[in-house]
């Protein structure tokens, strides 16, 4: 079966603070050594563990670096991108782009032959919940006897 991948693509402002290992993450790209084809961007090559960017949760390896201190890192040299990140300061500001994977089209689409069923665990956790809430109610309607 072919299956179509979309992307849904979103922005975001990331504030980080620099920690003793900087702000926590590596880049890749620049005009001079694209990452992804036909994108001379800067994108998040990898998250280091503990480091500012972890702690905070948002910046994920492959999201596209759109400015710092908003300053656009568009046509940078990739050297050029290591030195302005390098020279941000301690509070540095992130405008950043997220691409989420979508597979089958939109949200909630789904393809012939594929099920809506839901999911064992969340029934027998489902299940579960409702036999210690019975098991409660019993217990209290006995105790008022």
């Known amino acids: 079966m072919n299956r179509r991948v979309d992307y849904l693509v979103t922005e975001e402002e990331i504030n980080l603070t620099r920690g003793p290992s900087g702000l926590g993450f590596n880049i890749v ?3 001079d050594q694209q990452y992804v084809s036909k994108d001379s961007g800067i994108f998040v ?10 702690l ?6 492959g999201d596209k670096i759109l400015s710092v ?3 656009d890192l ?3 040299l ?3 991108a290591v030195d302005l990140f390098r020279n941000a300061g301690y509070a540095v500001s ?3 782009q997220h691409r989420i994977q979508v597979q089958n089209g939109p949200l909630g689409h789904r393809s012939e032959g594929e099920s809506n069923a839901i999911p064992a665990a969340v ?14 109610a019993f217990m209290r309607y006995r105790q008022q006897l």
Do not use: Y
């Open 78 to 80: 990739h050297q050029d």
């Open 74 to 76: 568009k046509n940078l």
């Open 123 to 136: 029934v027998l956790v489902s299940v579960f919940a409702l036999t210690v809430v019975a098991a409660w």
């Open 45 to 54: 090559s990898r998250i280091k563990e503990n480091g500012a960017a972890a």
């Open 69 to 71: 201190n908003g300053q």
């Open 94 to 96: 992130l405008r950043v």
């Open 56 to 61: 905070d949760g948002r910046l994920q390896e």
């Open 29 to 31: 790209g620049g005009t």
